[in-house]
């Protein structure tokens, strides 16, 4: 599995910043999307998801904020986020999740990190 993230990088507060992120050498079809950040000395946590059928769920800090999305068609998932705040400032994971017949949603694939900084 490959994976392929951009659009991360320094944003000023109250700016916005689309993070994507393109997946490869998968044989099933992606799903589900999960977005997650770990900042400097705090554990990972999930920042918005979305599901199969649609429906989404985000982390508290970042309701009406930021908005989760995908393109089926190029096994790819978005993460737009508006309105920036310092406490935006980490590294941003995605985390898609691969649909096997008969099987529960896999969802142990990960990106290997996009860096977003908030700062004026």
């Known amino acids: 599995v490959q994976f392929v993230e951009s659009g991360g990088g320094l944003a000023q507060p109250g700016g916005s910043l689309r993070l994507s992120c393109e997946v490869s050498?998968?044989?099933?079809?992606?799903?589900?999307w999960g977005w997650y950040r770990q900042a400097p000395g705090k554990q990972r946590e999930s920042v918005a998801h979305?599901?199969?059928?649609?429906?989404?769920n985000y982390a508290d800090s970042v309701k009406g904020r930021f908005i989760i999305s995908r393109d089926n068609a190029k096994n790819t998932g978005y993460l737009q986020m508006n309105n920036l705040k310092a406490e935006d400032t980490a590294v941003y994971y995605c985390?898609?999740?691969?649909?096997?017949?008969?099987?529960?949603?896999?969802?142990?694939?990960w990106g290997q990190g996009i860096q977003v900084t908030v700062s004026s």
């Open positions: 050498g998968i044989t099933f079809r992606i799903g589900g």
């Open positions: 979305l599901a199969d059928g649609g429906a989404t």
């Open positions: 985390n898609p999740g691969v649909i096997v017949p008969g099987r529960p949603v896999n969802y142990g694939n």
